[in-house]
Every structure is written in C-alpha cells, then in structure tokens.
C-alpha cells in the first residue's frame, strides 16, 4: 500500500484511529499496541561506531507523537506499556534526546525489570551521553539477566538504511559494551567483549567493525583492516566505511577515498560515510570538499559531533575563526571528550599563537 495513503496501518493517522476506535471498544487494545509496536520500531543498537539514524525527522515526531497519544490514553498495563516506552525511548534515542530517552527507558524497566532488551537500549541512550559508566552498568545487568543468551531483537542501522537481524540480546550487550570500553581507552576489555559477540553472531558485522576500532585504536593497525575485510564480506557499505576511516587514520588517503567512495555509490545518503569521506579530505588537506560532505553529513544528522568537530578544523584551516569556533562549541556541547577523542585520530585544533 502507498506509505502516504490514510489506511496504512503503520501511520500515525491510523495509529490514533485505532486508539479512538479502542476507547469505544477494548477488545481493540491488542490491535492497536500491535499498530504501535510496528509504528515504533525494533531494537536499536546506537552505541556503534556509526550508531542509528531516522529515515526522517518527521517521521521520528510523528512516531513519538502516536507513542504519547497511547501512554495518555491509559489502555496499557504492565508488559505492554513498557513496550510502548521502550519504543519512544528508542526514537528518541535516535533523534538524540538522550536524557528524555532515559527517562522512557525507566519507566519501561520499571514496569518490565527482567527485560533485558530495556536494560540495552537505555545503555545506548547512556553512551549518546558520554555517561559511559553507567551504560557499562547496565550492559552488565542485561548480560546477567540474559545468560544464556536466549532472547532476541532487531536492528535499524545506518542513515536511510535499514538492517532487520535476529540475535540473542546477549551480542548487542557485548559490542556495546565493548563499544564504551574502547571509548573509556580500555581497548584489551573492549577486544575482549568482541571476541565475545563474534561467538554469539558470527554471520554479522557490527562486532568485526567494533573490534577494528579497538585496535586500530591499540595501534594494531594490520589487524584492524583485517577485521574491516571481514566485515566487508558480510556488510560491504559498513565495512568500506570503516576500512575508509581507518585508512585515513594510517595515512593512506588515496586508498580511503576509493573505499568511501564505493560505500557512498551503496548508500549515498549516509551521514557516518559522508562523515568519513570528509575527515579523509580533511586529512589530505582538501577543506573544500572536507567542508562539503561534513555539511551534507550534518544535514542528516545535525548533533554528529564528528562532522562539526571536523568541519571546526576545516573552516580554522581556511581562516575562518568564528565558523570554527561555533562548530567546535558545538561538537563539544553534545560530546564533550569530543577533541581528545579526534586528536587520537590525528586532527585538532591549531595552537593559537603564544601557547604553551
């Protein structure tokens, strides 16, 4: 059916159609928590190097909207709303209202204590916040909840790209907290937790492209490729972005633009690959076209630390002052470990003049 037609049963439209028609009628609640839950999506793994991203921000308010329309009306209970909250947390997650997020992943843990799969989402939440102690905390507690590993979920990643897997929820709570390992600069742990989620999910990429950080990281810079290799077999957009980055990160440039290049051909509208592409002209010094996929990478995802953080350089290397300044205010508001983070990567800020 039309996504714009009035009777799709995933609007918001018929969302609301089905809450009035559930008032009249209750036996219409499970209906409609079904229309909710296909609404608001599955679960989200944010805490990746290139962690998730809208199709649209309208979509995201219009999702958030049908959410709070069913919290309000006051037809769920128990389990079910718990869902509900999960599934407004992880738009906003997405949309990177962290703190409102957390609040929603509370309350669903609060109504639903022994799902592990709130315990990750409101991790991932806790890492777009840099509160990384407290997203290890809580990927710890989903792991214990889950030993064996039993329950499952599904994944929206990438920008305009959508990945639909099943795997126990034990694997996206390793390469998460393997993700804030490698942010904390515990790179052997965050191997570690890889290693771990390779066991779990060996046929999926996210783990091979989190390990590759960690050691490209450690500077093991043969072995990051290798696992870029990897996880181009089995994601061949992901795995070339990554491969693009790392390489720019090693100096060879020419070799990172190609990589990106051939990602951006999969997935031209992607804010992580456009996000790469540019810190690789950044690094060939090329701050036109640096400048130019960082914008077009922020107009997808405007809070992409990253892109301004870059861009900040670009327009200091260029002579822009202000523009710099601004953007690196910025980048360091929704991340602040943002320029030690980058300078790791090879770019930061110049001196100012008289400096120590």
């Known amino acids: 059916m039309d996504r714009d037609s009035p009777c799709d049963s995933d609007s918001p439209t018929c969302v609301e159609a089905a809450m009035l028609r559930t ?27 290139g962690i998730s991203q809208m ?13 709070t329309r069913a919290i309000e009306s006051g037809l769920f209970k128990g389990s079910r709303l718990a869902r509900i909250y999960a599934g407004r947390g992880t738009r906003l997650t997405e949309k990177g209202d962290y703190d409102r997020a957390v609040q929603d992943f509370d309350q669903a843990i609060s109504l639903d204590p022994e799902n592990a799969a709130w315990l990750i989402r409101r991790a991932n939440a806790y890492l777009g916040k840099t509160d990384y102690d407290r997203a290890i905390q809580d990927y ?15 994944i929206t990643w ?42 779990l999910g060996p046929g ?35 795995g070339l972005n990554s491969r693009c980055y790392h390489r720019a990160i090693g ?77 690196i205010a910025a980048a360091k508001a929704i991340n602040p470990n943002i320029a030690e983070e980058m300078a790791r990567h090879g770019v930061k800020m110049m001196e100012p003049e008289g400096a120590n």
Request: proline fraction near 1%; glycine fraction near 10%.
């Open 140 to 154: 710890d507690r989903a792991i214990t909840l889950d030993p064996q590993g039993q329950s499952s979920g599904t």
């Open 23 to 49: 008032a009249a009628r209750r036996r219409c609640a499970i209906g409609l928590f079904s229309a909710l839950l296909a609404w608001l999506g599955g679960f989200t793994g944010l805490a990746l190097a």
């Open 158 to 199: 990438g920008s305009n790209y959508v990945q639909h897997v099943r795997v126990n929820l034990k694997y996206w709570a390793f390469v998460g907290r393997g993700q804030t390992y490698r942010l904390k600069g515990d790179y052997d742990r965050a191997i570690d937790d890889c290693d771990q989620a390779i066991k």
């Open 204 to 238: 999926l990429s996210f783990a091979y492209l989190g390990r590759a950080s960690a050691y490209q990281a450690k500077g093991e810079f043969d072995r990051a490729i290798e696992d870029d290799d990897r996880a181009i077999e089995l994601d061949r957009s992901s």
């Open 251 to 327: 100096g060879m440039t020419q070799a990172a633009l190609e990589d990106c290049n051939a990602a951006l051909q999969l997935r031209p509208d992607d804010a992580q690959i456009l996000d790469s592409r540019g810190f690789t002209y950044l690094k060939l010094g090329q701050t036109d076209r640096a400048i130019a996929d960082y914008d077009a990478a922020l107009r997808l995802d405007p809070k992409k630390a990253y892109s301004l953080f870059g861009r900040g350089v670009a327009k200091e290397m260029r002579g822009d002052s202000a523009g710099a300044d601004a953007d």
């Open 55 to 67: 199709r649209g921000e309208t979509a995201a308010d219009r999702a958030i909207a049908a959410a």
